[in-house]
């Protein structure tokens, strides 16, 4: 069974460009989650998707968004972007509520 | 605010010695636990899922346990070796959301 793939693996952007990162869950999971991973903060939550629908969202801000497809890959867009917008991307995906997370290898996301 | 902390934040053990990894959170109304390993540069694996209504669970060397009323969970890892090498991350929360604490940097010395 093929894991969570992500694309692209690794990125540049400059300042006040915008990006978008794809993730593919395991066939069968319907729960998409992202994570946004700095040496300083960790592991901090973006949002979560199930069935199409936004369920939860981090305390990011609005240039931070995501959307879910009828197949159940999903993508993130981050706007403008920052030069603290640089770090390690994780998707994850789940069955839903009460099942593990399988995260992606992440795209790492270079702004200069 | 839910929060998980793992204590220590780096441990250096040499090969063959039993560990164990701590992690500490903050809402007793805990979902699930789940313990994850992460190489440098790389995504997270996933190791072993403790729900709200188990006490602990095993895979191979590791044994993680669940006490929702002190707010702890601990991974125990048996007989250590170098290929252990890794940073530990534990998150409490379900597939909604995860709140991770800032992991254990585990080096096993040969």
């Known amino acids: 069974k093929a894991g969570v793939t992500q694309t692209p693996r690794y990125l540049i952007k400059t300042r006040g460009q915008q990006v978008t990162l794809s993730c593919s869950p395991i066939?069968?999971?319907?729960?998409v989650s992202w994570y946004q991973q700095t040496p300083g903060q960790g592991l901090q939550f973006l949002f979560e998707?199930?069935?199409?629908?936004?369920?939860n969202k981090g305390n990011f801000p609005g240039r931070f968004s995501g959307r879910q497809f009828s197949n159940s890959r999903s993508e993130m867009n981050v706007s403008t972007l920052e030069l603290g917008d640089s770090a390690l991307y994780l998707c994850?995906?789940?069955?839903?509520?009460?099942?593990?997370?399988?995260f992606g290898p992440g795209t790492r996301l270079t702004v200069t | 605010k839910q929060e998980v902390t793992q204590i220590p934040a780096a441990l250096s053990v040499p090969e063959g010695e039993n560990l164990v990894l701590n992690c500490s959170f903050t809402?007793?109304?805990?979902?699930?636990l789940q313990w994850f390993r992460q190489d440098p540069g790389k995504g997270l694996t996933s190791l072993l899922l403790?729900?709200?209504?188990?006490r602990e669970q095993t895979s191979g060397r590791l044994n993680a346990s669940l006490d929702k009323s002190s707010g702890r969970s601990t991974l125990y890892i048996a007989a250590s070796q170098p290929g252990d090498s890794a940073t530990y991350l534990c998150?409490?929360?379900?597939?909604?959301?995860?709140?991770f604490g800032k992991g254990t940097k585990l080096t096993v010395n040969p």
């Open positions: 994850a995906s789940s069955f839903g509520t009460n099942y593990e997370q399988y």
């Open positions: 066939s069968g999971h319907r729960s």
């Open positions: 998707y199930f069935s199409e629908t936004q369920r």
């Open positions: 809402d007793s109304a805990i979902y699930n």
């Open positions: 403790i729900q709200s209504s188990q």
């Open positions: 998150a409490e929360g379900g597939s909604e959301k995860l709140v």
